[in-house]
């Protein structure tokens, strides 16, 4: 894909990239808190090739971070605020906060052992309503409309009304992976304190990627 190409097809190979839709699982309710209950760094590699709706617009996820209360990276550090409080409530709902003042950024709240653990959708691959995603982005480079926490959350149209909201119910569309894809992993972005932490994580290859990644090197 040439930069700034325009994916105007929506639906272009949509279907086998949606994967398994949560809802429609036998078992649904287990299968929901089974997946997020686990640590924030397997739900973090295991929403790679993940495919995330909001009232059906949105695409495949290709990047996340995980943070716990035990990183202090993490909102969650230093415990229990009116800011940070979904992410010690229930897993599998939505942790939605605003960064610098100016973007809002989603995260899923995961483990069930340790509180105050939660995944950064760093970036998504858009699929559906480029053309809504467009417009609310200022652009139609589909390589940058969901390229970081930021981009993605605007996108989406994510905001603070959806904190604390449960993914496995509308507007929300969480679809798990059905093919288990080639998954890098490397140091976080824009943080100072547990930088050195490899807890990013990203699908090999992408271009939809919020910006340059380097896997690991112990």
């Known amino acids: 894909m040439a930069a700034g190409e325009v994916v105007t097809q929506d639906r272009a190979g949509f279907g086998k990239a949606l994967g398994t839709r949560m809802h429609d699982l036998p078992g649904v309710a287990e299968t929901v808190a089974d997946f997020f209950k686990r640590g924030a760094v397997s739900v973090a590699s295991d929403l790679i090739g993940a495919t995330l709706l909001v ?42 906060y605003r960064s610098y003042g100016i973007h809002w950024c989603l995260n899923f709240v995961c483990d069930a052992e340790i509180a105050g653990s939660a995944v950064l959708i760093r970036a998504i691959r858009p699929l559906v309503g480029l053309e809504r995603m467009a417009a609310r982005r200022g652009t139609s480079d589909v390589r940058i409309l969901c390229a970081g926490p930021g981009r993605l959350s605007r996108a989406l149209a994510v905001d603070q ?13 969480l679809r798990l992976r059905t093919e288990v894809p080639k998954v890098e992993v490397g140091r976080r972005v824009g943080i100072k304190s547990g930088a050195d932490t490899p807890w990013r994580f990203w699908l090999a290859g992408s271009p939809f990627l919020s910006r340059k990644a380097t896997p690991f090197q112990p």
């Open 55 to 96: 009232d059906g617009i949105g695409g495949m996820i290709v990047e996340t971070e995980a943070y716990t209360a035990l990183d202090p990276a993490s909102h969650s550090f230093r415990g229990p605020t009116a800011r940070n409080a979904s992410m010690f409530g229930p897993v599998g709902r939505a942790y939605v």
């Open 161 to 173: 009304g959806l904190d604390g909201a449960q993914l496995d119910t509308p507007p929300f569309d």
